[in-house]
């Protein structure tokens, strides 16, 4: 015997009250939400490159940033910003007046140490056998303060030699910072020069790239001072060390030779580089928001949409290789998402079950 369940009685002034709270709950909890439009691609043949991306700075083939040893005042800087110099040539100098009072010193501080070493000596003339240890302990004493100042004044003779500085590099001059009569510390830059025999541009590539890259490849350079030129370059060098960038990540620095570029030699100048890692040309490509995760494409027919299994060849930053799977001129959807679903309505499905409250199977 079927068993009906009836739901309690409702008062006929509330009834339809009731059907429209549902019927418009139901509309705006279970409205369809609105339709991207479907976006398609053409697959074509054209030529396809895979690539690298590096951010760095404009470089020399040698830079020396040029710093005394010592502190004082500077007396002379020989060069100002833009110089050309060569190897060996002078750039700054200190003043030698506080020097010459040092050494000075040290001479004398020298000469007083020796004095007493020779009279410890002579106290112990023709009795080396029968030095005493206390005899042994100040002529050692008296040796060792003299040793310590002849080190003394080795290093003040030093120091005239470190008042001047030599460029160890042609190139030219980029900083030339302090001015005669300043006092000037070991951490001061004096100057700087550049080698721009070689002009480089040194990219910093994420340590998952770097086994990608090898040196003769091709690049491509874009400054940011100059953003309507790309300039042509090769791979020249991987610095065998990684660097941690401000964002944590690990980085591996490329050196790329470029080819004598057209511009104002400026070291640091900010850019990009794109280092083409291998070339592919006239095969079948689509652009790589149309491929998802399991290497499928939708495809679309005159009958509708279908699914196809591609295998995939080189990626660009817009595009990827089609190795099979697909023809040319065929017609791939750019945004799968938006293919429509066949699934049953849910704002059906919710009102069917709640006019059919009551009904139990037998």
Do not use: C
Request: aromatic share 6%; glycine share 6%; hydrophobic share 35%.
């Amino acid at each position: 015997m079927r068993k009906i369940f009836r739901l309690p009685h409702i008062p006929k002034k509330f009834l339809i009250p009731i059907i429209l709270i549902l019927l418009v709950g139901g509309y705006f909890l279970f409205k369809p939400s609105k339709q991207e439009p479907i976006q398609t691609a053409t697959v074509k043949r054209q030529d396809i490159k895979a690539t690298v991306s590096a951010s760095g700075i404009l470089a020399g083939k040698n830079t020396a940033d040029l710093k005394f040893i010592g502190s004082g005042k500077l007396a002379f800087i020989s060069v100002q910003q833009g110089d050309i110099v060569k190897k060996g040539q002078s750039i700054a100098g200190l003043d030698t007046k506080s020097l010459q009072i040092a050494l000075q010193e040290a001479n004398n501080t020298y000469r007083d140490k020796q004095a007493t070493v020779d009279n410890v000596l002579d106290q112990v003339k023709n009795n080396d056998t029968t030095e005493t240890f206390t005899q042994k302990q100040n002529r050692t004493t008296a040796q060792v303060a003299r040793d310590n100042a002849y080190d003394a004044v080795k290093a003040a003779k030093r120091a005239f030699d470190d008042v001047i500085l030599y460029s160890p590099i042609d190139g030219t001059v980029t900083q030339a910072s302090p001015l005669p009569g300043q006092f000037v510390a070991p951490t001061d830059l004096i100057a700087e020069i550049v080698d721009w025999s070689v002009i480089d541009f040194d990219g910093d590539v994420d340590e998952s790239d770097i086994s990608k890259i090898n040196l003769g490849q091709d690049v491509e350079v874009s400054l940011n001072g100059y953003p309507d030129q790309t300039f042509k370059g090769a791979v020249d060098e991987i610095l065998p060390k990684t660097k941690t960038t401000s964002s944590g990540a690990t980085v591996v620095t490329v050196r790329i030779n470029l080819a004598n570029p057209n511009i104002h030699l400026i070291p640091g100048l900010n850019g990009q580089a794109t280092i083409i890692t291998a070339t592919d040309n006239n095969v079948l490509t689509i652009p790589q928001e149309a491929l998802k995760d399991d290497n499928t494409v939708i495809v679309q027919t005159q009958n509708g949409y279908m699914t196809k299994k591609v295998t995939t060849g080189l990626k660009s930053d817009a595009d990827v290789e089609i190795k099979s799977g697909l023809t040319d001129g065929e017609v791939v959807v750019k945004n799968p998402a938006a293919v429509p679903s066949t699934q049953k309505s849910p704002t059906n499905t919710i009102f069917n079950r709640i006019f059919r409250l009551g009904r139990t199977p037998r």
